[in-house]
């Protein structure tokens, strides 16, 4: 997979930017200029919002009516080319052809982006690393998204039941209802994302080993409502659906529904001990470092293609022998990588490079 060209206009602080791309690509510049700007630009044509947690809207340049992207790529030997439109809300297409939903861009094109942001995903509460996972099955199984947005719809239901329940108790027998539609749709996604971290940490170990210079492992484990270890699909409907009604007496006093996949956490462990509570900076950068290298590698092996990947400001931080290190993860994979400084990477490997300021190409 490989993007040769990108053409954007009226994108947060970029106003017209066309460029032609390398296998290596280096963005650099000062602080605040618009080089994360181009690699949100890029995520976009996998289908997902913007990794920066913002609404479309704010995508747009200010003080203009729309923004548009545009690509031309290879993929599996095809080329291709594709579009996006920011207004209220943003809209694909594929090779000239409208799409329904820009998702379906998530089918032809899959990166793996790792932002200072990330780092959340150890420091900060369970919804980043749920959203880790989320975001990487996305990539993999088309479908998972349709299932997401159907326990989301579920569970949005059930709460404002909850909460009308509070005002009139006659209404509780309905929630028998939502406890099977939120626990059948609920299932698919525990058994899917058990199943991905189980894939996932051989792959996360080896990286992580390499970083810590085999000195420390770091380990998975995905906690809920029950152990779901070794659990089928039915299985975990049937004892998401005891659990339901095991906590509704903390639903009705909280008015929201306590337990299943919404509150659950894959806890990230380095030596047997929680990364989020006894892990130093480095090992937590280290932790996400290997978590994201791992995901590519199982994207490469899944899709039987490379994805891009797109690291922002991964250097900055790391001595010569982890650069090293996870450079030589991507070596065969064509990445954009934003620095301030373009000999902190160009040392280590030949490639094209963009030096942009105030949102333009010097």
């Given at each position: 997979m490989k993007i040769n060209s990108i053409e954007i206009e009226n994108f947060r602080n970029i106003e017209t930017l066309n460029l032609d791309f390398d296998n290596v690509n280096i963005i650099y510049g000062e602080n605040a200029q618009g080089k994360t700007n181009l690699i949100e630009a890029i995520y976009l044509f996998t289908g997902s919002k913007s990794f920066r947690?913002?609404?479309?809207?704010e995508l747009i340049k200010f003080d203009k009516a729309f923004s548009k992207l545009k690509i031309n790529f290879e993929n599996k030997s095809r080329e291709q080319n594709a579009e996006i439109v920011i207004e209220k809300k943003r809209r694909a297409s594929l090779n000239g052809v409208k799409k329904?939903?820009?998702s379906v861009l998530g089918e032809e094109l899959k990166a793996v982006i790792f932002s200072p942001v990330h780092l959340s995903m150890v420091k900060d509460g369970p919804a980043e690393r749920r959203k880790f996972i989320d975001n990487a099955l996305c990539q993999l199984k088309f479908n998972y998204r349709n299932v997401l947005k159907e326990y989301n719809r579920a569970l949005l239901q059930r709460n404002m039941l909850l909460k009308d329940i509070a005002k009139n108790n006659s209404l509780t027998d309905m929630l028998?209802?939502?406890?099977?539609?939120?626990a059948a749709s609920g299932a698919k996604i525990i058994y899917q994302r058990n199943k991905y971290i189980d894939t996932l940490l051989p792959y996360a170990e080896d990286v992580f080993s390499g970083l810590s210079g085999g000195k420390e492992n770091i380990d998975l484990i995905l906690n809920g409502a029950f152990d779901y270890k070794n659990l089928t699909v039915n299985e975990i409907e049937n004892q998401l659906i005891v659990a339901f009604e095991k906590n509704r007496g903390s639903d009705f006093m909280n008015r929201i529904t306590t337990v299943g996949p919404h509150r659950d956490d894959m806890e990230i462990l380095?030596?047997?001990?929680s990364a989020r509570t006894y892990g130093s900076q480095g090992q937590q950068r280290s932790c996400v470092l290997a978590l994201k290298l791992a995901e590519a590698s199982l994207l490469k092996?899944?899709?039987q293609d490379e994805p891009l990947a797109?690291?922002?400001d991964v250097m900055s931080e790391l001595d010569i022998s982890r650069q090293d290190y996870i450079l030589n993860h991507i070596k065969d994979w064509q990445v954009?990588?934003?620095c301030c400084d373009a000999n902190t990477v160009l040392r280590l490997k030949n490639g094209k490079t963009f030096h942009i300021e105030n949102?333009?190409?010097i």
């Open positions: 947690g913002v609404k479309d809207k329904k939903s820009p028998y209802i939502w406890d099977r539609n939120l380095i030596n047997g001990r092996e899944m899709t797109l690291l922002d954009f990588i934003t949102g333009g190409l």
